[in-house]
């Protein structure tokens, strides 16, 4: 089997997480996020490690401006995308906020890097908006595909496989 890159988006708590663990029953997975060193800094500076409007509002803006400063949260994803590579994986997860990033890091990543967004309509609009640039930017993209996770937890597996199945067959030309 090749080696899939997939970047994945939805807002706060659509299932995305979820999503790349249902995945990871079928094929080998590393899954990743261009947050992951902005939470070490944010720890550093006091984040307690809960999620709330305000904190995510703070992630937000501190991965911008670790982006301007230094260009951390790139560098981090292009780094695990060189251990991917070398590694016996078959499916990366990428998760990628702001579409700017998102174009940026597929444009890297080459050919074959896709773009997922995962929606969970009733909690989206229950919820409504998160407050925040990068939670509420998501659909300031054009994905390639859309996983609606809208059905009862006990499914998802079989969802979440035929799904990916589906992306992984050779496109007949």
Not at 28 to 35: D, K
Not at 81 to 101: A, G, K, M, N, T
């Amino acid at each position: 089997m090749d080696k899939h890159v997939f970047i994945i988006n939805g807002s706060g708590g659509v299932g995305k997480d979820t999503v790349c663990d249902m995945a990871a029953r079928f094929w080998r997975v590393q899954n990743i996020s261009s947050i992951t060193p902005i939470l070490d800094v944010a720890r550093a500076a006091g984040w307690d490690g809960v999620k709330t409007p305000a904190s995510r509002r703070f992630l937000s803006q501190l991965k911008e401006i670790c982006t301007e400063f230094n260009d951390l949260p790139f560098r981090y994803c292009m780094e695990q995308l060189e251990l991917f590579r070398q590694s016996d994986r078959q499916l990366l997860f990428v998760h990628i906020r702001e579409p700017e990033q998102i174009a940026r890091f597929r444009d890297a990543a080459g050919e074959g890097c896709q773009a997922i967004l995962v929606r969970r309509p009733a909690l989206e609009q229950a919820r409504g908006p998160l407050g925040n640039r990068s939670d509420d930017g998501v659909n300031g993209y054009d994905y390639d595909h859309v996983f609606v996770n809208d059905g009862p937890l006990d499914t998802l597996p079989d969802k979440v496989r035929s799904f990916f199945e589906s992306l992984l067959r050779p496109s007949v030309s």
